[in-house]
């Protein structure tokens, strides 16, 4: 299912978060991703309404298996094309933000030639 840019980087960034800290509130949202408080909590309700992610009454927030498996490929193909970039020669910063643009437009069928490829030379 394709979903929006945006709500790819949400799940992402949840998925992120869950590896860094271990739990995911709003807040920690709002501070990754530097976005208004309003505009994750809206955000959160949509991903939520379409079965996305669940929240517990503490707030703590949960990706769904729909939700887990785009914010794992999306985190794939990031740090797959970082890889890929700063071996070509491209900086570290450059790489990620480039990456972050790349990770949501590039198709499955060059990314897993991609990914495949370098495999052989990385």
Partial sequence: ???????ENYLEAILMIKEEKGEVRSIDIV??????????????KQLEVNGYIERDSAGNIFLLPPGK??????????????KILTHLGVCEETARQDACGIEHHISDESFFALKEHCKKIL
């Fill in 69 to 82: 498996k785009i914010a794992e490929s999306i985190y794939d193909r990031h740090n797959t094309l970082i």
């Fill in 31 to 44: 501070n990754k991703l530097q976005f208004s408080k309003p505009s994750v909590s809206v955000a959160m």
């Fill in 1 to 7: 299912m394709k979903i929006q840019e945006s709500a």
